[in-house]
């Protein structure tokens, strides 16, 4: 049997000479009145500074990650972890290793995953840049609870524990700081459980500038967290677009409309028809992400989408594309009889546009539907 320990310690460390030995210290103490039975690791990402030994001679096992990343660290040190549960923390004396206490707790009462919330147990002045506090944090967390539903409050707390046999199953690859992000994310996709306690923060001990990258790695962990969710970065923006584009669409080949001060016609009819193309776009690309998804599993496919193109087969795309693209040349040669009605000479370009433009979007999308319909059986194909 792999577990040796009940606990875990574990410290990511790139050039923490300053601040390690305080750390590794903290956590021994706690261990020591806590009676639990732990071990203390230190996931070394190439230190130059000496940090290897100071964690040796202060009686942590130091694991060697040769894979540079905040990510990668955390993944290394908890593939060598030999302890049931893994509470994980920066190495730069910020947060409290003495009072690790309510995170075992919830770890014992069954929790998979146990998240430190700095706003609830207080962040001394100076110890968060206010960029984080007031914007960076609050906003990645609030687009994570909108995008996958959870009452976490401190998506980014780096102070955390978990079960690590639950963490291990969840197949973390990120190397970098998404790695925050990737965590909760898979747990909440598949349903873990999820507890939150209150932790504080503290301004570091460290003369060096910190190894977070605002802009760089606050990009990160939004790209993650939208290439995750393809109902919120494809479906949503998909479908609004395409029912606005559709109804003005409709609307506007009838005639013009008047709305207050302003006069839609032709000229918008002609925006209306690109937006419902973008939104069709956007929708097939949805669809695109979630057959990929449900073949490689990268995210859970569990919903009613997912069953129904499982079960929905190229033919019926390609029978609905080809119908609407039919469509599309009928009225194309509606078009073209009442040209030649007068000779194939002028016409009035506001009559045609009301005609061309709705022929036009059928066959466009027809074909965007026929080929997108062979894209999705051609992700569904079973291979070994």
């Not at 669809?287 to 569990?302: H, K, M, N, Q």
């Not at 693209?325 to 016409?347: D, H, P, S």
Request: charged share 15%; hydrophobic share 45%.
């Amino acid at each position: 049997m792999r577990e040796q320990y009940e606990l875990t310690i574990l410290m990511p460390c790139l050039n923490e000479a300053e601040t390690l030995a305080t750390c590794i210290g903290k956590a021994r103490q706690y261990l020591e009145e806590s009676g639990v039975h732990g071990e203390i690791v230190i996931a070394d990402n190439g230190s130059t500074d000496g940090s290897q030994q100071i964690a040796r001679e202060n009686g942590a096992r130091v694991v060697d990650v040769p894979e540079r990343g905040y990510g990668a660290a955390l993944i290394g040190g908890c593939n060598a972890a030999l302890g049931k549960y893994v509470i994980m923390g920066d190495a730069d004396d910020s947060y409290d290793f003495l009072h690790l206490g309510p995170f075992v707790e919830k770890l014992r009462q069954g929790y998979d995953l146990v998240m430190g919330n700095r706003f609830k147990g207080g962040i001394e002045p100076g110890a968060m840049p206010p960029l984080h506090r007031y914007l960076g944090n609050p906003a990645l967390s609030f687009l994570a609870r909108l995008f996958f539903p959870c009452k976490i409050g401190d998506y980014h707390c780096g102070l955390r524990g978990y079960r690590r046999e639950a963490i291990l199953k969840l197949g973390l690859v990120t190397t970098g700081m998404e790695y925050a992000s990737e965590m909760v994310v898979k747990a909440t996709l598949n349903h873990l459980n999820i507890a939150e306690v209150p932790t504080t923060l503290k301004k570091d001990g460290r003369s060096h500038a910190p190894h977070l990258r605002s802009w760089s790695d606050g990009w990160r962990h939004l790209k993650f967290l939208l290439m995750h969710s393809p109902n919120w970065l494809f479906m949503v923006p998909g479908l609004i677009l395409l029912l606005i584009g559709l109804a003005l669409t409709v609307i506007l080949s009838f005639g013009n409309i008047q709305i207050g001060p302003v006069g839609l016609g032709v000229h918008t009819l002609m925006y209306a028809a690109a937006a419902m193309m973008v939104g069709a776009n956007l929708v097939m690309f949805s669809l695109f992400v979630r057959s990929y998804a449900s073949v490689t599993g990268f995210i859970p496919t569990e919903s009613k989408l997912d069953r129904w193109l499982e079960d929905t087969s190229t033919e019926r795309g390609v029978l609905v594309g080809l119908l609407l693209f039919l469509a599309g040349v009928a009225v194309t040669v509606v078009a073209f009889c009442l040209w030649g009605k007068t000779g194939f000479g002028g016409l009035s370009p506001e009559v045609m546009m009301r005609i061309t433009i709705p022929a036009m979007l059928l066959i466009v999308v027809g074909i965007e539907l026929v080929f997108g319909s062979f894209f999705i059986g051609i992700l569904h194909i079973k291979h070994k």
